[in-house]
């Protein structure tokens, strides 16, 4: 009883009925069979048959947590954003690491990119910066993702991983070899989430107060260093614990040893955009740090987690094309892509009014005409007009938020001369990753796990995918491709043939 007397809050249903029996189903008797007219047991477990929303199609399998964003640097030259107007200034953010291709119960250690998006609560709107642990894509044009995924994904008739699907789709889109080198090395193995770094991975462009843009990427370097897992060690990690970047980082936030990252920017102008012997907007192509040097912005870091996983992290949604003022889009084909694509995940999965469940919500002012629609919970406008113009409210567009318009490079639209000189080259930065980027321990991890990975192609067209994927490593960098044909156990003579006789995609 004076356990009783300490507890202050009521068992109640969903309604708010208080209830007093929450164990035992009403039956007919001791062991009689049980009543169809005990409410709280259909509630009870028809809550429960429901509570999987569907996961995430891409990057299902994740953790997070919140924290600040401080300035440290003045960039107000670039733009007017105020989350950038103040040295000192701190923000409050959300920030999500996941794995891509696994499903929401597949072990943390994968080899796989990870994915790095932050949801930034500014006075300006929400910003969400949503990108990966690399600097590029495996593809450079959204209308091939939903095909690549799918090879990430499970064979449609053994409904299992397949590493000829994988290295069937990289071998005929060779635009895919940056990332699949970044992949193959200990990089695509990272000792959970605090020890790697983050990049926005696109071109963004940023606007200041005078109208003036220009074209963006950002970055954020870990302050924890660098850590990977080798192959073996991811490996071994998984069966021991397949949780293991979840629970690295809510250790570390409870023990007070807070994740930080250095967010950086490159700029590039648009004449010198107009110069580059690449093209700057490709996802598969990197801007050399010789060239376009890294400039200190600010200071991210990880201080709270979340209370509740599944309302702050499984139903927190991410969109590209939430930006603010002073932040803008680019050319970028993937992230014009995802400007749509996005959002229309996070409506299918969470419902039309996803922007109001709390964690996504903007804690500032939203005023729209915006209705109804599947769970609406904020009042739904209450007896406001829900049209615009109207001469009932005072909501009105504020015209210093107009940007400039857009200069775009041709008026003719078509699917097939897409390509300017220097865009089908595949080969030159994966060669420079190998040879520069890379040292000779990466080099040798790098080449045995692309052995152990294509060792697994089996089927009748084994030969032919090897063969083509071989093609790809010898034109990046010739040690590189003899490495992995030596590996394979594949006859060199038969490879320098093939090449021969075919033209780099």
């Known amino acids: 009883m004076s356990n009783e007397k300490n507890k202050t809050h009521k068992l109640t249903t969903a309604s708010g009925r208080p209830y007093a029996e929450n164990e035992n189903t009403m039956s007919a008797g001791h062991r009689g ?19 999987r929303i569907p996961e995430r199609v891409v990057h299902a399998k994740g953790t997070g947590a919140f924290g600040t964003f401080t300035v440290t640097h003045d960039i ?15 923000t409050k953010l959300l ?13 943390d250690t994968e080899r796989d990119p990870r994915g790095f998006a932050i949801k930034f609560y500014t006075e ?35 409904n299992c991983k397949s590493p000829a699907m994988m290295w069937d789709f990289w071998s005929l889109n060779p635009e895919s070899l940056h990332q699949v080198l970044i992949l193959m090395s200990d990089r695509g193995t990272p000792h959970g989430y605090r020890h790697m770094d983050g990049f926005g991975s696109h071109t963004f462009s940023m606007i200041n107060d005078k109208n003036e843009s220009i074209w963006v990427k950002f970055h954020f370097k870990t302050l924890q260093g660098i850590k990977n897992f080798t192959n073996d060690d991811a490996a071994a990690m998984k069966g021991q614990d ?71 992290v499984e139903q927190s949604a991410f969109a590209p094309a939430h930006v603010v003022d002073g932040i803008s889009y680019s050319p970028d084909k993937m992230l014009q892509g995802r400007l749509l694509s996005y959002p229309d995940a996070h409506r299918y999965r969470l419902g039309v009014n996803y922007e109001q469940i709390p964690v ?60 300017a000189p220097g865009d089908d080259d595949h080969y030159t930065q994966p060669g420079l990753l190998f040879t520069k980027a890379m040292n000779d321990y990466d080099r040798h991890n790098l080449v045995s796990n692309i052995v152990g990975a294509m060792s697994g192609i089996e089927g009748p067209k084994k030969d032919l995918i090897i063969n083509r994927q071989l093609c790809h490593f010898f034109r990046a960098n010739a040690n590189l491709g003899m490495a992995v044909a030596k590996g394979l156990g594949v006859d060199i003579d038969t490879i320098m043939a093939e090449m021969k006789h075919t033209q780099p995609a």
């Open 95 to 107: 920030l999500r690491f996941s794995t891509v291709g696994g499903e929401k119960g597949s072990a």
């Open 124 to 158: 300006d709107g929400n910003w969400d910066l949503v990108g990966n642990n690399t600097p590029v894509f495996f593809i450079k044009d959204p209308k091939k993702f939903g095909d690549f995924i799918h090879t990430q994904k499970r064979d449609p008739r053994t």
């Open 76 to 90: 107000s030259q670039y733009t007017k954003a105020k989350i950038f107007n103040k040295i000192g200034k701190q």
């Open 33 to 51: 069979p049980l009543l169809l007219q005990d409410f709280i047991l259909h509630e009870k477990m028809a809550h429960f048959n429901r509570e």
């Open 242 to 312: 397949p949780d293991f970047a979840q629970r690295d980082l809510v250790a570390a936030i409870d023990n007070k040893d807070f994740p930080k990252w250095a967010m950086k920017i490159q700029v590039m102008t648009k004449e010198q955009a107009e110069k580059t012997p690449f093209n700057p907007f490709d996802l598969s192509k990197v801007w050399p740090h010789s060239d376009f040097p890294l400039l200190d912005v600010g200071t991210l870091e990880l201080n709270e987690v979340p209370k509740n996983y599944f309302a702050q």
């Open 360 to 419: 996504n919500k903007c804690p500032y002012a939203i005023n729209n005409y915006e209705r109804d629609g599947h769970m609406r919970i904020d009042g739904n406008g209450e007896d406001a007009p829900n049209y615009f113009p109207n001469s009932f409210d005072d909501i009105y567009p504020d015209t210093s938020y107009k940007e400039a318009p857009m200069q775009l490079d041709s008026n003719i639209a078509d699917w097939y001369d897409r390509n």
